[in-house]
């Protein structure tokens, strides 16, 4: 409402809306030092100026020139104040953030800065009183406090991020941007579950529907490996709404790079995009190339670059060096080259990634003069301060069996101080098991463990080789427990690693250990191996644990060989155990002999086990076998058929302790059957633990899956 000049009655304005003082309102306020000699002007914050004043009432101020005396930038009506208001609530505003953000109790500040409502500030204006009510009543907005969610995130203050959300939802202070920032730092702190929860607790189907924070969600559970399950979220969320945009399809392609069958399913998600009338950009062109290079498709890889170029999108570094890695496949020199010198054509200077991908095509390639030039090249132009061109070199020159050489360019590494993870200590130890210098590898692992703290399983798993194929017991017992102190969790090479080193020092309860360990984690079991394990097992009188190796071998490869299962059948009959023995035999008659078929009816009728005689005469029937009763009652089915002796070791051997998955290794205390028992029971607990943690993940997808 407008109020005429002659009319209005204008009370004492605050200093901050006085017209002397308004033109200098900014993040913070100069005001002059009352000592002469300092010339310079103090700073300080525009709301501590504001509380100041409101604090002290009394404090003498000047009276305000008549409303005709306004700055002509202002004028005399609602809409100068209005602006003035807005200059000390924005000052106001930054002011807070930035306290929040620098507070060491960021927590305590938030509240202090939303206790302290600003509204009472203006009560000494009628136009600022007016324009006051219109607008919030705390200091902090929702995208201020987006702002700080956000500092905190790209901080990596996981835990910080996680508060100051739920104080955010307490406080009904959320939007759009929230979601999607917080469900993205989750996914970054690999917090799947807490990311999941705060999509399932939406209630507003315009957020839960909205592409920002879909492709947060979609990214989330991309980065913690749940493509699948990402995919069918997808679908389903796209049926309640979701209108994708690139930004969801370059996410889901990003995906594709590595999972199984990842360049079929891309080009189903080009497929889709396309329908949709979505044009491809350079960010999907360059999600692609990475797809086809990290399936050694080098001719789609070209395919997709020329349309890109036909398209009229200019490739730039990342494109080219994608294309460069598909070329190192099959070190392909020829075609790099042509490759950057276009590059060169189009005026793109090769940057560090694109010459060290030239040196992996030509060290591939075979081409190691040419990389120890690039080598140099990389050195005079500060690109080679890591090990990272050092390395590849390095590895192909050991791998070549040229480990002189690699040694070599080892030590120059070592003379010039070159910044290394231990990556290359890895390369070195592994040529020198490879080439039996066995000595060599143990002085390098040793070296390594001395100068470094950090390790990763790749660096284990090459320490883990060295000391293995020295017999090195006690080391390889240390490595263990490192592993179960830092959480690193074996995989297949691990495993493989551990079961061969038992296996050759004839500790097969502890190779048995390992593969029931290594099974329980989804591995694929060595088919070879595993069935000498268990002729050894059942030669150190553990025909049951042989008999479990036989079924994790079958449940994990499907097809095993046909000798596989007589040999199992005999171990069982030689042992007794003729309803394991039964098992076998009647899924598998038509794979076992016929010798062997009679042998194991024949011992199992001189067993007088008449409870199942029914169904082993019913199945070595349709068989077609005939139970021989003229069997020498000493025949031992496996000493006449195998050789195996009669000698037995290991009964009481070792155990492995499996707290976390074959971390450590501890010498047996305890009775075997006692000792077992608590291995059961502790691998038990484990299991529990892992598929609790995988229910509340499902559960919370079921929910949203079935919410959507």
Sequence with gaps: MQVSSTSRQCPTLPVFLSPHFLPVVTNS?????????????????????????????????????PPSSFPPSFGNTDTGAKAAVNTVVASARQAAVAEVKGSSDWASALSRVEDESVDHIFTACSYASTIWREMSETVLQVQDLNIILRYFGEAKRWKDVSQLFDWMLKHDKTNV?????????????????????????????AIRSNVSVCNSLLGCMLKNGKFESCIKLFNQIKDDGLVPDLVTYSTLLAGCIKVEHGYSKALQLVKELENRGLQMDSVIYGTLLAICASNNLCEEAEGFFHQMKAEGLSPNLFHYSSLLNAYSVDGNCKKAEILVKDMKSAGLVPNKVILTTLMKV??????????????????????????????????????????????????????????SDGYSYSIMISAFCRSGQLNEAKELAREFEASYDKYDLVMINTLLRAYCNLGDMENVMLLLKKMDELTISPDWNTFQILIKYFFKEKLYHLAYQTVEDMHRKGYQLDEELCTSLLLHLAQSGA???????????????????????????????GAKLFKNAYVVMKDNAEEISVLSLENFGSHFMKSGNINMINDVIKALKHAGCKISQTQNDNTHPMSSWYGISDE?????????????????????????????????????????????????????????FKST
Excluded: W
């Design 362 to 419: 030509y060290v591939r390639g075979g081409l190691f003069d040419k990389s120890r030039e690039l080598l140099i090249e990389l050195d005079h132009l500060g690109y080679a301060e890591d090990e990272i061109p050092y390395c590849l070199l390095m590895d192909n020159l050991a791998k070549n069996g040229r480990v002189r050489e690699a040694k070599a360019l080892f030590d120059e590494m070592k003379r010039k101080n070159i910044k």
């Design 177 to 205: 941007a929230s979601y999607s920032s917080f469900i993205k730092y989750m996914g970054k702190s690999r917090n799947l579950i807490k990311a999941l929860q705060a999509y399932d607790d939406i209630e507003d189907e």
């Design 29 to 65: 306020t100069s005001l002059p030092s009352q000592n002469s000699k300092n010339r310079r002007a103090r700073r300080i914050p525009a709301l501590s100026l504001v509380k100041s004043r409101v604090a002290h009432p009394d404090a003498p101020s000047s009276s305000p020139p």
């Design 648 to 704: 037995t070791d290991l009964d009481n051997g070792p155990t492995l302790g499996c707290r976390d998955g074959l971390h450590s290794v501890v010498p047996s205390v305890h009775p075997p059957q006692e000792q077992k028992l608590e291995l059961e029971h502790e691998q038990k607990i484990q299991e529990e633990d892992a598929y609790m943690e995988m229910d509340q993940e499902n559960h919370i997808l079921g929910k949203i």
């Design 543 to 573: 025909p049951s644990e042989a008999f479990s190796v036989y079924n994790m071998l079958r449940y994990s490869k499907g097809t095993l060989r046909r000798s596989i299962h007589e040999k199992m059948l005999n171990i069982l009959v």
